[in-house]
């Protein structure tokens, strides 16, 4: 077995996912880098940094999650710390399109269900999938913990208030997924509590990134804090919903 700590952190090729990644190397972790595109994942890896290692995994393919597993339980045989970070916003925002432009077009009067699939199907079903696969693992490897990043734009507390400046954007496609996705890391946190698998959930903060069109505010250093800081804990606290430096979001 793997002495040092590992961590796999899905949707690791770019972006938030690759600099929690190099972050994690640096505190002395192996770090797996999923990502859907392998040769993508290699380059983030080799930029990761020495410990980091990449492997083909796209979360919304069974056959991928599942050789995915498996190679991390042959080639390390523990997983101390799993980042659930791939995400996808949208599937057809054009270029220059403003999110709040966007968001007219997926309202629950008009949105495509196809394009509400296949954004769930990424922020949902696959961190779900993802969850399953890699489970025997960390129940396997003691201290180990489960790190699930969402977005404050799931919170529902804040969306039903009418002083949020930002209610009107809150619709069925990615604010919703985060919602969706917040209740089943909450359902995961209640499950494994008496085996003491912390479950947290995250959020990084409005980050430049691909995934909302790089108009994002705080840059990926910012976004990736909060999720390290979790990644580090050993209190066994679970449950959470936070945001910098450890602030509760409400849910």
């Known amino acids: 077995m793997q002495e040092k700590r590992v961590a796999l952190v899905t949707g690791a090729n770019q972006g938030v996912g690759l600099q929690v990644a190099k972050e994690l190397v640096r505190h002395g972790f192996v770090v797996v880098v999923g990502s859907r595109d392998l040769k993508r994942g290699e380059t983030a890896a080799e930029e990761a940094g020495p410990g980091a290692t990449a492997v083909q995994l796209d979360v919304t393919d069974q056959a991928s999650i599942g050789a995915a597993a498996e190679r991390i339980r042959r080639e390390f045989g523990r997983l101390d710390v799993l980042v659930q970070n791939a995400a996808i916003s949208n599937t057809n925002r054009q270029p220059g399109e403003s999110i709040a432009e966007h968001s007219r077009k997926t309202r629950p009067s008009n949105v495509p ?139």
């Open 113 to 251: 269900l196809e394009d509400m699939r296949k954004v769930w199907d990424t922020n949902v079903f696959g961190v779900l999938a993802v969850h399953q696969a890699m489970l025997p693992l960390l129940r396997a490897t003691p201290g180990s913990r489960i790190v699930i990043v969402s977005s404050g734009a799931g919170s529902l507390t804040r969306n039903a208030d009418t002083g949020n400046q930002h209610r009107s954007i809150f619709g069925p496609v990615y604010p919703a997924s985060k919602t969706a996705l917040n209740a089943l890391a909450l359902a995961m946190a209640i499950e494994l509590e008496p085996e003491g698998i912390p479950v947290r959930i995250v959020s990084p903060g409005f980050v430049s990134t691909n995934l909302n069109g790089f108009t994002g505010t705080q840059n990926l250093e910012e976004g990736a804090r909060e999720i390290v800081r979790v990644a580090l804990l050993s209190d066994g606290v679970t449950g959470t919903f936070t945001r910098w430096p450890g602030e509760a979001i409400p849910w």
